[in-house]
């Protein structure tokens, strides 16, 4: 189950309480499975977050920032740092600047400095968010949002180090990095298989932070294993989930095949921490589940239409068409109405 299945699932009873079964297996160790990943799936009857468990973790899915190592040496640049507050969006963009360039002089960039800057990292960052779950408020049309935005739109529009949408339908900025052509590049732990047979040195540094207010902000994603409330073999049913996501030979696998940080902590912190394939700064990861890393912004709605509209209306800000603040006081009642009609 992902987030909004998981809500309209657990609230429609779709899935069943897994407490009780979970007091009666040894595999389960609360305190050794990150709060974060956990806290996705309870449900307290009202609202997700609290209460008893509905779902273990599949994974915890921390989406950090890449970069071409090899690149940044070529260059003579200071490698991005892994520890958080050491670097700002000005030594980023700093960066950006000096990796992106025209090889073959016909006036159209071939080597981006990066690429894929989230918004939702950037909003987080500045202090902003997209909506309040606690009320169901869409909280898009503020300065720090408004701010963000245009931030990450201003990375090609204003600065041109990043890929434009018509790149992106050329070449995905994956392809890009992958093909060398891209300096900086989010990727999740999922990502470590297609990178660990590239033909240059890479490695992973903590987000850079907003200058004005000293944070930094990134999405951990993650999956979850529910039983389904009609399962004749829910006991069955229950094993399996919790072999699947607490199992210390299935994680220690899950891991060496480059798939995910290990849902138990003192594995993540210890052999996960300390495996010897890229990323060298694996801590980077685990910095981001403990320290800065945010929920998906679907996590809370059961109907993601608001979020799926945003994104489609978002292209306005990107082509240059609207400032980030006309965009986000035009759009806020229309996602606020999708919201409500969906979620409410």
């Known amino acids: 189950v992902s987030g909004p299945q998981f809500y309209k699932f657990a609230e429609a009873g779709t899935i069943q309480n897994l407490q009780p079964f979970l007091e009666s297996t040894e595999l389960f160790q609360a305190d050794n499975v990150w709060k974060q990943a956990l806290d996705r799936y309870r449900f307290d009857g009202k609202q997700l977050g609290q209460g008893d468990l509905y779902g273990l973790p599949k994974d915890v899915g921390p989406w950090a920032m890449a970069y071409n190592k090899t690149m940044f040496t070529e ?3 200071e490698l991005p740092p892994a520890e958080v507050g050491k670097w700002t969006w000005d030594n980023w963009l700093d960066a950006a600047k000096k990796l992106t360039k025209d090889e073959n002089g016909d006036g159209k960039v071939d080597i981006y400095g990066g690429a894929n800057f989230t918004l939702e990292g950037a909003v987080w960052a500045s202090g902003g968010d997209f909506i309040d779950y606690t009320t169901g408020k869409v909280t898009i049309d503020t300065p720090e949002f408004a701010k963000a935005m245009q931030w990450v739109a201003d ?6 180090v990043s890929p434009s949408p018509e790149d992106e339908k050329a070449m995905n900025s994956y392809s890009r990095f992958v093909a060398g052509k891209v300096g900086m590049f989010p990727m999740g732990p999922w990502d470590q298989p297609g990178f660990w047979d590239l033909p240059f040195e890479w490695d992973i540094a903590a ?3 907003n200058p004005e207010t ?3 902000g990134t999405w951990v994603g993650s999956m979850g294993y529910s039983v389904s409330s009609k399962s004749k073999h829910a006991q069955e049913a229950f094993n399996l989930a919790a072999f699947l996501a607490l199992d210390k030979e299935g994680q220690k696998q899950n891991y060496e095949l480059g798939q995910a940080v ?3 902590i003192d594995m993540a912190k210890g052999e996960f921490a300390a495996y010897d394939k890229a990323p060298a700064n694996r801590q980077v ?3 981001i589940i403990e320290d800065y890393g945010h929920p998906p912004i679907e996590f809370g709605s059961k109907d993601t239409k608001w979020i799926d509209t945003m994104w489609q209306e978002a292209g306005k800000v990107w082509d240059g068409k609207m400032t980030a603040a006309d965009w986000a006081k035009e759009l806020q009642p229309k996602l606020q ?3 409500d009609k969906g979620n409410k």
């Open 75 to 77: 260059a003579g640049l």
């Open 155 to 160: 990375l090609r529009l204003k600065h041109n």
């Open 207 to 209: 987000w850079p932070v």
């Open 214 to 216: 000293g944070k930094a």
């Open 262 to 264: 290990p849902n138990l």
């Open 285 to 287: 990861f685990l910095d």
């Open 337 to 339: 109405e999708l919201y």
